[in-house]
Structure formats: C-alpha cells, structure tokens
C-alpha cells in the first residue's frame, strides 16, 4: 500500500475512532438501568443501540462484506435482533463485544487496501450493492457511527440531562 494510501486509511480510522469514543463516553457512568430503559415510542433504548452498532454495523461491515470471513457470515442469522438485548446479557459484556468488534475492524482495515473491492455482499436482502471498495464502507461506517452518536446525546439528555460536548 502506498504511503498517501495509508495516510488516508489512518485519516478515516482517526474519524471513526472519535466518533466511537462519543458513542461509549456519552454513556459513561449511565446506570445499568438507564442503558436499558426505553427513550423514544420505538422502544429502542442505549444499550440496544451499542449492540446494533457492535454487530450490524462493525461486524457486518468489517468482518462480513470486507473480508467475507465465512463463520462471521453463518452466524449472521443467529441474532434476530441486534436492537434487543435480552435481559441476561449484562451492560459490559455488550460494551466490550463493541470494543471488541471495533478492534477487530480496525486489524481489517489495517491489513486492506483502501481500493480493495468487498468481498461478500447479501444480495438476497439488500439487492445490488451501493458501495464497492473498503474506503467507502469506512465512510459509510462513520456516517453510520456519527448518526447513532447523536441519537445517544439525545437519549442521554433525556434519561438525566447530561449532554456530551455543548460549546456557548
């Protein structure tokens, strides 16, 4: 990989980094019981959102259309709803498998070249697909990142006002 190459690898992961710190620092000290309470009519609350960025947006991405890894696929289908964490499932174990997953994007994107084309995509459920190389699932993964980072500023000011980064 060229030099130019790598710097704007580095470039988008330094993005998606920050924005990854806002999703995990907005909710820092957030009782276990806020994580799970519900904030909007969808019923949706913090804790589901981080698992859904953990499996359907980090895993799948990364692990599932970039390397096409293919137990990452099978087990696909074994989560019928990100959004849902059962009852048992405690808040670190979903926090950490967040961490976790972003790590092991980040060795994806580390050993890929920005131009590589993907290498999986599930035509059965989602038709053709819109992007084609790793750095536009980069870009589409921090958009995706970013956008659920302001939906947890906004449960969090709910839930007991806190706000995340306010310049007056």
């Not at 053709?128 to 980069?138: E, K, N, S, W, Y």
């Not at 939906?151 to 706000?163: C, F, K, N, Q, S």
């Given at each position: 990989m060229t030099e130019p190459a790598k710097s704007e690898l580095h470039a988008l992961l330094s993005f998606l980094d920050a924005q990854r710190s806002?999703?995990?620092?907005?909710?820092?000290?957030?009782?276990?019981?806020?994580?799970?309470?519900?904030?909007?009519p969808s019923g949706w609350n913090c804790l589901g959102l981080v698992q859904h960025l953990?499996?359907?947006?980090?895993?799948?991405?990364f692990r599932a259309v970039v390397t096409g890894d293919p137990a990452v696929i099978e087990a696909l289908d074994d989560i019928e709803d990100?959004?849902?964490?059962?009852p048992d499932v405690p808040h670190t174990e979903v926090l950490d498998r967040y961490r976790t997953e972003a790590g092991l994007s980040d060795a994806v994107v580390a050993a890929t070249d920005a131009d590589a084309p993907l290498a999986w995509w599930p035509h059965?459920?989602?038709?053709?697909?819109?992007?084609?190389?790793?750095?536009?699932?980069?870009?589409?993964?921090?958009?995706?990142?970013?956008?659920?980072a302001g939906?947890?500023?906004?449960?969090?000011?709910?839930?007991?006002?806190?706000?995340w980064l306010v310049l007056t």
């Open positions: 806002h999703v995990l620092g907005i909710l820092d000290g957030l009782e276990p019981e806020a994580l799970r309470q519900p904030v909007l953990a499996l359907d947006v980090e895993r799948f991405w990100a959004w849902q964490v059962a059965h459920l989602f038709g053709p697909p819109h992007l084609h190389t790793v750095r536009d699932v980069l870009l589409h993964v921090i958009t995706e990142t970013a956008c659920h939906h947890l500023d906004a449960a969090r000011e709910l839930l007991d006002g806190r706000r």
